[in-house]
Nanobody, 125 residues
Framework: VQLQASGGGLVQAGGSLRLSCAAS????????LGWFRQFPGKEREFVAS????????EYTNSVKGRFTISRDNAKNTVYLQMNSLKPEDTAVYYC???????????????????WGQGTLVTVSS
């Protein structure tokens, strides 16, 4: 199983980035997918999740209205479109896949079985 995240980089405040995460070796269409981020010295925190069909998405409050998670099951890829970026969005972003996670626990990292390697997003002020 491999999750390969890409698309991070340096962007000015107010700018946009799109993260991608390509998966292989797993039943992608049957996984709940999520994006998490980690600030230096902090625990990994939930950013967004999307159900198997893409019909339901969830976001942490700080990114609602600015970030959009989507998936393409035909390409085994999940995306995170990030708009109106702020310096406080600077972090390492990780994609993750979960076999079984209810809507009650989608924001909890330990329910995700597979993780990508992380991609650094830096937003300058």
């Amino acid at each position: 199983v491999q999750l390969q995240a890409s698309g991070g980089g340096l962007v000015q405040a107010g700018g946009s980035l799109r993260l991608s995460c390509a998966a292989s070796g797993l039943a992608f269409s049957r996984k709940v997918l999520g994006w998490f981020r980690q600030f230096p010295g902090k625990e990994r925190e939930f950013v967004a999740s999307i159900t198997t069909s893409g019909g339901t998405t969830e976001y942490t409050n700080s990114v609602k209205g600015r970030f959009t998670i989507s998936r393409d099951n035909a390409k085994n890829t999940v995306y995170l479109q990030m708009n109106s970026l702020k310096p406080e969005d600077t972090a390492v972003y990780y994609c993750a896949a979960a076999s079984f996670v209810s809507s009650t626990y989608y924001y909890i990292a330990t329910y995700y079985d597979y993780w990508g390697q992380g991609t650094l997003v830096t937003v300058s002020s």
